[in-house]
Structure formats: structure tokens, C-alpha cells
């Protein structure tokens, strides 16, 4: 498995997100930052926790020319119903196969039985500017993508 670093280019990918639309992130890149978070798990507190401050800065995310974009293998009706009962308003990819987790080289934690939790701010280019990974302090992802792009701006 291929680790993504800062300087890369992110692969080309294409996942359903929680509407059962097909998303490809060539859609995107090019025209906006991406926020790229990998996240354990649905309706999990910490995942609830990261997932609604997320949606709590979504405008400040916007001041900064991003989108964000969470991933995690839950099915898209399993996402759906987590966007729906938090009111998230961005995308949500169902990696199923934990496909693209392996192309960004996501790593697992717990002795490999927990999903790791790593974001990625991407420049319009395409290439990896920033990562973070903590999978107990969810909620700094947002605070640390923000720092990033208010910087990069």
C-alpha cells in the first residue's frame, strides 16, 4: 500500500456519494481546494463530533475557495441517513471496498481494527498541501484544514 504524502498528486477516484450519485474527484480538481477527510465510521460520537464541526465552519470552508468531502465504507444509505440526521451539507463518498482509503494509504489503528482518521487539504492542482491524522481529536481536523487554507489564502 502507496502512502500519500504532502507534495503528491491524489490518485483519481470516482465513489457514490450518500444521494447514489457517482462522484469523481476530477469534477473538482481544478476548480476548488478539497478537504479530504477519512473517517471511521457513521453515527459514531467521534465520528458525529467531527462530522457536525465540519458542517459548523461549511461557510468559513467556503470563504477559502474548498469544498470538503468525508469518505469512510459505509454503504450510501447508511450515509445518507447520517447526512439527513445531522443536516451535513457536503459530500459524502461510500468507499465500500476501502478502495480509495488503500490508494491514499489511509492507515488502520487499534491493532488494525479501526479505520484511521486522516484528512488531506489538496490545492486546486490536485497536490497534497497538508494531512493530519488523530483518531481521538476529531475535531481538530477542522480547526487544522482551516489554519491551512486561511493560510493559503
Known sequence: MVKLKVGNKIPQFELYNQFGKMFSINSVIGKKNLVIYF???DDTPGCTKEA?????QFEVFEET???I????????KSHE????KHRLNYTLLSDTRNR???LF????NLFGLLPGRVTYIINKKGVIISMFSSQTDAEKHVSEAL???QELS
Not at 494509504?105 to 488502520?108: E, K, R, Y
Request: net charge positive; with cysteine.
Open 69 to 76: 468531502i468525508g469518505i469512510s465504507k459505509q454503504s450510501v
Open 52 to 56: 457536525c464541526s465540519f458542517r459548523d
Open 105 to 108: 494509504g489511509v492507515p488502520t
Open 39 to 41: 473517517y471511521p465510521k
Open 65 to 67: 475557495d474548498a469544498i
Open 81 to 84: 441517513a447520517f447526512a439527513k
Open 147 to 149: 489554519r491551512i487554507l
Open 100 to 102: 480509495v482509503r488503500k
